[in-house]
């Protein structure tokens, strides 16, 4: 009895503390959950919610009807998941070599170096590359020694897709391998040394040992990472594009942003964000599934 | 079981702590007391209206856009500075800044945010489309009656100096929504600048058309007076237009509307024909040819090839580089003070570009490019202060000192320049200079030519290498008071054109406002242009995309939308 009226009070602090928590999430996340009404009205400010007047599907049938849309979710979904593959693959890759680096030093230094594009903000990182891409810029220069002809390149369509991939590849690596490299940590270096002594090589037992060690670890982030599929990035993508490049590079959330923002279509601009939350909904909970059946995480 | 109590205690105050923090959420201040003040004095004369002082203080809440360049002196704030304490002193007027953000986009994403979510403030300057928008949800303030009761004669005459074009952009459903800023008429003209000491270097006449700039160009081009870096001719960067359009009439900075307006082309507005067919000018065989010419310029390298992609066109021009430039007449001056600290000879001279018949036809801008919004909600004592507030500001914006705190921090800044304003001062400096009249003569005028006394007043200090009959050199001017010789530059050079040659043709755009259909899909429609056109002039696209653009244009709403626009009329 004494017992359980002492669990309970623990408990009850413990909820007081959480509750500053779920008021923030209450207030900032599920109360504008109402605003996604706005998808199904011809919504005006001046009348709110509550006395706009309701057109049911017909935002969504005009979103569809427009030749931008079919683009813009190409784009975003070419963007996203070549991303989400190259941002397992290229720090997975890095982690195991840098593991097999001997000199501790060296290790340290490029693993800090590699990890600082993280921390700059893309409104920073864009204008750099803009300007090293630009027709004046360094990497002009380096391939003009080749006979190659300058371009502005984040103005050419052809290009502009896989240069946000790959900047993005680029900016993200070095952190996304820290993860990596602690999963490697935790394999047990008697491993390595009873595969020495059977006679392995380097790449067998990166193979036989490495590799299984931390399947676990890739797929729980590759499967987690599938939530953010519709997530092309727009801070990325707003600080380096033009209407020069709207055909590959525009996206879901920078079209909303113009849509909604710029061209005051409240309307629209919900209709397509709440399309985009639908999808993405869809795409964590059957992650979170995967997750579970797979490598037995469980977030709830 | 002391501490279990103490953790209760300590997480109920933070909890507090956070629902108080809840609450200091600025919930739109009206305090009742001063709602029910004033209701003017009977032995008022009304006369004295339009700068009435308040009995009791009056607070009205703003919204303000502050440039990232301009800065106050310590201690003071946009809601803190020598307007506010004039406009308190002498209106009791209190001004309180509920927001501020950097002026151009972060401002607008603001008032679209205050529009979208019904939570305007008292006041806003705002642009036309989020008029447009916060109109139509009506949220906004019928000032029609109180306008014409506290606006003052000056601001009057200049809204009268427009033919009723500006009461007519900011009446919507017979209602009043906005003041609106009146802009000089040269505000929507376009001129070509080019370096004149380049021209006289090579022995070149001053350009006169479309093929004289070109033959300019590649001169410019094969000489290279500024190095490497020469650019003939600049465009438009990442954040500029090619041309200006019905929506956003002001003239574009490096954009391409004169020597489309030298085709007789008009992209971007809404043309009337004689027989009162309304066309989109976009789509005409005129503007398909002159984006051809452009885009033949830009790949024979006359046009700057990053453009569209560059951060700042004006800077480009500040560094010396451009030998040519399409822009405002305030662009010469005023836009690029910085190319003639770097180099004090650049000589600047603004031309305008003919037909090959040799007439001038100007692209004409919207009479208004701004406009101040009042929240319906507003009490009518606020409305009144800030019609106050912009009688205060045309009357005795020259008596200001805005070394220190410029003008751009006065409270809800509203524009108001009769439309001829630059034409007029032009015309009379010219008298001064040439003797004809003193700037003593100009001193007790009060006309809605705000300026006039202080132009001429300063006029010939500035303008010391004055001859009558020689064309000015930027050598004439002295740079001493650099705001001075922005303001004459921009007066006597840039404006030169429209001050003194005559017009063929002012082309206006037949609305300058959304139709229904285009509220829907006009964002649609002018995403597709822009990408078209810049993808042609940058030989991105060949010229025959033109012909799927016009038809694919037409097809997705376009067609609607011009029913709609030829319904108005």
Redesign the interface.
Request: hydrophobic residues 45%; aromatic residues 12%.
């Given at each position: 009895m004494r017992q359980s009226k002492r669990k309970s009070?623990?408990m009850?602090?413990y909820h007081?503390?959480i509750?500053?928590g779920m008021?923030w999430l209450i207030?900032f996340n599920i109360v504008p959950m109402f605003g996604i009404v706005m998808a199904f009205q011809d919504f005006?400010?001046?009348?709110?919610f509550l006395h706009s007047k309701f057109v049911g599907l017909g935002n969504f049938e005009?979103l569809f009807s427009?030749?931008?849309s079919r683009r813009v979710i190409a784009n975003t979904f070419i963007i996203a998941v070549s991303k989400l593959i190259l941002n397992v693959v290229v720090p997975l890759t890095f982690a195991l070599l840098l593991n097999e680096v001997g000199n501790l030093k060296f290790k340290k230094a490029v693993q800090t170096v590699v990890y600082l594009p993280h921390f700059l903000s893309w409104v920073i990182l864009a204008?750099v590359l803009?300007q090293i891409f630009?027709?004046k810029g360094s990497i002009n220069g380096l391939l003009s020694v080749f006979g190659i002809e300058g371009k502005?390149w984040?103005?050419?369509?052809v290009y502009f897709r896989n240069l946000v991939i790959g900047s993005d590849v680029w900016k993200e690596f070095g952190f996304n391998a820290v993860i990596y490299l602690a999963a490697l940590t935790g394999i047990s270096p008697e491993l390595y040394e009873a595969a020495a002594i059977d006679g392995c090589g380097k790449l067998k037992s990166i193979w036989h040992i490495t590799l299984p060690g931390i399947a676990g670890t890739v797929v729980l982030l590759s499967v987690l990472g599938l939530g953010n599929v519709l997530n092309a990035g727009f801070d990325q993508v707003f600080n380096l594009y033009?209407?020069?490049v709207?055909?590959t590079g525009d996206i879901l959330d920078t079209w909303v942003f113009?849509?909604?923002?710029?061209?005051?279509?409240?309307s629209?601009a919900t209709t397509a964000g709440l399309f985009k939350s639908v999808i993405s909904f869809i795409l964590v909970v059957t992650s979170y599934l995967v997750a579970y059946k797979v490598a037995d995480y469980k977030v709830f | 079981m002391a501490k279990k109590t103490i953790s209760i205690i300590m997480a109920m105050l933070m909890m507090a702590g956070l629902l108080a923090g809840c609450q200091a959420e600025p919930v739109d201040s009206k305090s009742p007391d001063n709602e029910s003040v004033v209701g003017y004095n009977v032995a008022v004369n009304s006369e004295d209206l339009p700068f009435q002082k308040f009995d009791e203080v009056v607070e009205v809440h703003i919204g303000q856009s502050v440039s990232a360049t301009d800065t106050l002196p310590q201690g003071k704030s946009v809601d803190n500075n020598q307007y506010t304490d004039y406009l308190l002193e002498n209106y009791n007027i209190k001004v309180i800044c509920d927001w501020t953000a950097a002026s151009g986009n972060d401002y607008e994403q603001k008032v679209a945010l205050c529009i979208a979510s019904n939570t305007l403030p008292d006041g806003m300057a705002v642009t036309r489309q989020y008029m447009l928008k916060a109109a139509k949800s009506d949220q906004l303030y019928d000032i029609k009656d109180l306008f014409s009761q506290y606006a003052s004669p000056q601001i009057k005459s200049v809204m009268d100096s427009t033919n009723g074009r500006a009461y007519e952009d900011v009446t919507f459903n017979d209602k009043q929504v906005a003041i609106p800023a009146v802009e000089v008429e040269t505000g929507g003209v376009q001129v070509l600048n080019v370096r004149q000491d380049w021209l006289d270097e090579y022995n070149l006449k001053a350009p006169e058309t479309l093929e004289d700039i070109e033959k300019i160009a590649q001169v410019f081009l094969e000489k290279k007076p500024a190095g490497d870096e020469t650019i003939a001719i600049a465009g438009p960067d990442k954040n500029g237009k090619p041309y200006s359009d019905f929506l956003d009439a002001g003239t574009t900075t490096c954009g391409f509307d004169l020597a489309f307006s030298a085709n007789d082309a008009y992209p971007g507005f809404w043309l009337t024909d004689e027989s009162g067919e309304v066309t989109y000018g976009s789509l005409s065989q005129s503007t398909r040819d002159t984006v051809e010419l452009m885009a033949n310029w830009y790949k024979k390298g006359y046009i700057d090839l990053e453009m569209g992609t560059r951060d700042s066109t004006i800077e480009l021009i500040n560094s010396g580089a451009v030998g040519m430039y399409f822009g405002a007449w305030w662009m010469s001056g005023y836009g690029t003070g910085d190319a003639y600290r770097n180099n004090p000879d650049a000589n600047w001279q603004s031309y305008p570009i003919y037909t090959s018949d040799k007439k001038w036809n100007v692209k004409m801008g919207s009479t208004t490019t701004g406009y101040t919004i009042m929240n319906k909600n507003a009490s009518e004592d606020q409305v009144k202060a800030m019609i106050i507030m912009s009688n205060a500001l045309l009357r005795d914006e020259s008596t200001f000192d805005v070394s220190e705190q410029p003008l751009v921090f006065w409270p809800i800044r509203n524009l108001m320049a009769p439309a001829d304003e630059c034409e007029y001062t032009y015309n009379e400096l010219i008298k001064v200079l040439n003797g004809e009249t003193k700037p003593e003569d100009y001193a007790k005028e009060l006309s809605a030519y705000k300026l006039l006394a202080d132009d001429t007043s300063v006029v010939k200090e500035t303008v010391p290498g004055y001859e009558k009959g020689k064309q000015l050199t930027v050598q004439d001017f002295s740079m001493e008071n650099f705001g001075n010789f922005q303001r004459m530059y921009s007066l006597l050079i840039g404006d030169r054109p429209y001050s003194t040659t005559p017009v063929e043709k002012k082309v206006y755009s037949a609305v300058y406002s959304q139709t229904e259909t285009m509220e829907s899909k006009w964002s649609n429609l002018k995403s597709m242009e822009e990408e078209v056109m810049m993808k042609i002039i940058t030989g991105k696209s060949d010229i025959s995309e033109f012909d799927s653009f016009v038809q694919k244009w037409k097809a997705e709403g376009g067609d609607d939308i011009t029913k709609e626009v030829k319904e108005i009329m």
């Open positions: 009070r623990t009850l602090s007081i503390m509750s500053a008021l207030f005006n400010p001046g009348l709110g005009y427009m030749s931008d204008s803009l630009s027709l502005i984040f103005s050419e369509d033009s209407p020069l709207y055909s113009r849509m909604g923002l710029v061209d005051v279509q409240f629209l | -």
